[in-house]
């Protein structure tokens, strides 16, 4: 009976002794006298360390703040040696004075030409339109340019043009008041530049980003144009236009064609300046 009552006994205070070391590693042994013995052995303790997930910071886009010549071999500081129309503010509601300005030469430097040279993008931008043979403006890109991507120092030399209530066209002219087939934004603004007398139909395609530089066409003579010369014209308007085509004073030209043309020409929603003002932009300093 007593021996079955030590066994008893030594089992109990097994089970007290382990739950008692919870906190470490336990060796139990019984001698051969029937006298317990443990030894302990500490567990290594772990400091959880929080790992540190840090968020990349987002660039912010640059601002342009320079413009590229619209010609290749042909410095900025060089154009009004080939300029050989300039710009003339139109009277409100009417199509005359000269809307841009155009640049032409015969026997310059290495070529006797400017037809076929290279016409570059002059800023970053997107293609917004692409004519094609249709008068009085021939092959053609205009080219969009939000003025939220132009530096300030930008802004302030060109000083765009205040904006202003549209005007009615004279009677004279034969349109139909329609629907623009897309949404002009009702606060973002946007720089237009308008490339004409292109060669050959633009390889480019609308919605195609461009970068200040970038070949965009070769100087041409088609439209209405009795030699070789790059129309080049600037305005500022809402963003959004994409214009699918427009023409005029043709018996070819549709009616949504000439609505486009007077909406971008007579109506001043998009507002015309003189482009050397953007031709004359000087680099932004440190």
């Known amino acids: 009976m007593f021996p079955r009552i030590k066994t008893i006994s030594l089992l109990f205070i097994i089970l007290i002794v382990s739950s008692a070391c919870n906190s470490a590693k336990s060796d139990v042994f019984i001698t051969g006298s ?13 400091t959880h360390v929080p790992t540190i997930t840090t968020t990349p910071a987002i660039e912010a886009p640059s601002l342009q703040q320079h413009v590229c010549s619209p010609l290749e071999g042909e410095k900025i500081s060089e154009l009004a040696e080939i300029t050989t129309q300039l710009f003339k503010m139109p009277r409100a509601g009417q199509d005359d004075g000269h809307h841009g300005v155009d640049f032409a030469f015969y026997r310059r430097k290495d070529l006797l030409s400017i037809d076929g040279i290279q016409v570059l993008s002059a ?15 021939g092959n053609a890109v205009i080219i969009e340019t939000p003025l939220d991507s132009l530096s300030p120092n930008f802004l302030d030399q060109i000083n765009f043009p205040a904006l202003q209530p549209t005007v009615i066209p004279d009677p004279k002219f034969s349109w139909v008041p329609e629907e623009l087939p897309f949404l ?44 070789p010369h790059l129309h080049f014209e600037t305005r500022v308007g809402p963003s959004g236009a994409r214009f699918e085509s427009m023409a005029y004073y043709t018996a070819q030209s549709t009616q949504s064609e000439r609505y486009n043309y007077i909406v971008w020409r007579i109506r001043n929603l998009f507002q015309l300046f003189d482009p050397m003002k953007l031709l004359s932009v000087t680099e932004e300093k440190g």
């Not at 006298?35 to 303790?45: L, N, Y």
Request: charged share 15%; net charge negative.
């Open 34 to 46: 029937g006298t317990i013995e443990a030894t302990f052995s500490p567990q290594p303790t772990f």
């Open 123 to 137: 800023l970053d931008g997107e293609v917004v339109t692409i004519i094609n043979d249709k008068y009085p403006y």
């Open 184 to 227: 002009l934004s009702v606060t973002d603004r946007s720089l237009y530049i308008y490339y004409a007398h292109l060669k050959y139909p633009s390889i480019l395609e609308v919605g195609d980003k461009v970068a200040c530089g970038q070949q965009i066409g070769f100087v041409g003579n088609t439209g209405d144009s009795s030699n």
